[in-house]
Structure formats: structure tokens, C-alpha cells
């Protein structure tokens, strides 16, 4: 039935009405992802971090098995984005990323506490924010929050508006990194593959150790996780690759024997 809306709606009409769809449908989240004294704060904090690393370049690091054929210790030093439950490698690397990412529900949820008490900035989607509201304010830095939405597409040019996630916080990572300015991001462990099968976006509880991560007990037994959506990830690596290009900078994937295909391969050790 959409396919054939959309066939015999003009485009303008169609597109009109998909924009005012999702702004009413989002209408009830606007004042607080705004007016929040937490939201401002990190409204404040995003302002301070605009083109702050303007020319630089950054490695985002994902949590495919490749990190264990990588030498991750050459990235100290660097300027790093970590995803999700990378804090499980810290004490193997003997130092941390310089920012943490996080927006999946199920992740924040079950892991507030230790994100919590990391001693890095962090980026959260501004829905986790009630899995924090029980720690006590001195027990941990408040996290930078973001607001970010599962639906309609859009690449962010910075990070003050709403960020799209196309299922994989990577994306995320990517517009951030485009809002603090940096003009060459690259791409480590970000594997775009996994063993464990099943529609996308299906959630499902571990039974043993995690075969998808570096670390065995990344999503490990009991823990409660979405399976991938790798084709919405890639329409979204498609707009990155297109906004960075545009602005005359680039994204390089420099994954060992990663299935991703959006980006220009590089080898990670010539980077150095």
C-alpha cells in the first residue's frame, strides 16, 4: 500500500507529509530533548566541542572480532571514539578512548553503571536518560546527551539537532566526529558482520559466550541485544561517505577483513 501511495503522490506532497508525520510523532519529545537542565548542559557542552579538532584526524573503533588482529596500543596518543562495551579492552590497552559513544537502549540499560563510571566524555542518546536518574548526581560525570531518533534519515553536520541513528551507533560516532571537525575519520573494527542470524532488530538474550565482539563477554550469556540491521547501516555509511566528500573530507575503513564496502580501504599499519 505505501509503494503504491508513494507512486501516485508528487514528490513535494509526499515528502510534506512524511516531514509532518514525523514532527508530530516526535512533538511530545521536543521541549525536554531542549529545555532539560541536563539537555542544556549539554547543548553547552556541543557548542564548546564545535570544529574543536578541525583538521585532525580520528579513528573510530568498533567492537567486531578484526580488533584482536589489530594493534589497537598503536592508537595511544591518538584521538579515538569507543562504541558501546570497547571499555572491556581498557585494561588490556592501559589507556582509553577519548570519547565514548553509546545510543543503543538495551546496551545503556544494562551497562549504566559502568558507562557511568568511566573517566571519559561520553555521548548518550538523550532517551538513556532515565537509566541515570537513580545514580547519585556526585557518583559520576553527567553524560553529554544527544538527541537522536531510529527514524527518518539525516546526516547531522553538527550535533546540537536531532542525529539519526541508522541501526549502528558507528553512524552516530561518524556525525559527531563530522561536528568536532575532523577531517579525516577512520574506521577500525567495524566489521559488518556476524554470525549469530536472525531478522534485524530482533531482540534476543545470549545463552553463551559472544561470538559477534572481541570479547566473549561483550553480549555474554544473559545479556539482552537487538540483531543487526546491516542494511539500514549502510544506507546511512552511504550519507556519511556523501557529507564528508562534500565538505572535502574523507572516511577510511581500515577494518581487517571487514564485509563493509561504503568506504575507501586503507591498511591500518601504513597509517603510522
Known amino acids: 500500500m505505501k509503494t503504491i501511495l508513494k507512486r501516485y503522490t508528487p514528490d513535494f506532497v509526499w515528502n510534506l507529509s512524511r516531514q509532518t508525520y514525523f514532527t ?7 521541549p525536554g530533548a531542549y529545555l532539560h537542565p541536563w539537555r542544556r548542559e549539554s547543548l553547552r557542552r556541543l557548542a564548546e566541542l564545535k570544529d574543536i579538532h578541525k583538521g585532525k ?3 573510530i573503533i568498533g567492537n567486531g ?11 595511544k596518543g591518538e584521538f579515538t571514539f569507543g562504541l558501546n562495551r570497547i571499555y572491556l579492552m581498557f585494561p588490556e590497552l592501559g589507556f582509553t578512548t577519548t570519547y565514548l559513544v553509546a545510543v543503543n537502549d538495551l546496551v545503556i540499560e544494562q551497562c549504566a553503571a559502568e558507562i557511568a563510571a568511566l573517566p571519559m566524555p561520553t555521548f548518550l542518546s538523550w532517551r538513556s536518560r532515565r537509566f541515570f536518574k537513580n545514580l547519585h548526581p556526585s557518583s559520576f560525570i553527567l553524560p553529554t546527551f ?20 541508522s541501526a549502528t551507533v558507528t553512524y552516530v560516532a561518524l556525525q559527531l566526529a563530522f561536528h568536532m571537525g575532523f577531517e579525516q575519520v577512520i574506521l577500525i573494527g567495524v566489521d559488518h558482520n556476524f554470525t549469530t542470524a536472525g531478522p534485524a532488530n530482533t531482540t534476543i538474550t545470549s545463552d553463551g559466550d559472544d ?3 572481541f570479547h566473549p563477554g561483550y553480549f555474554g550469556k544473559g545479556f539482552r541485544w537487538q540483531l543487526p540491521d546491516l542494511e539500514t547501516s549502510e544506507i546511512g555509511y552511504r550519507m556519511a561517505r556523501r557529507a ?6 574523507s572516511v577510511l575503513d581500515a577494518t581487517v577483513g571487514g564485509k563493509l564496502t561504503i568506504f575507501r580501504k586503507t591498511d591500518y599499519n601504513s597509517l603510522f
Open 146 to 165: 544527544i538527541y537522536t531518533t531510529y527514524d527518518n534519515p539525516v546526516f547531522a553536520r553538527n550535533a546540537y539537532s536531532r542525529l539519526w541513528e
Open 65 to 75: 572480532p578484526s580488533l584482536k588482529q589489530t594493534d589497537v596500543g598503536r592508537l
Open 211 to 213: 561470538p559477534n565482539h
Open 57 to 59: 584526524r580520528a579513528f
Open 24 to 30: 508530530l510523532r516526535h512533538l511530545p519529545d521536543l
Open 244 to 249: 564528508y566528500e562534500q565538505a572535502g573530507r
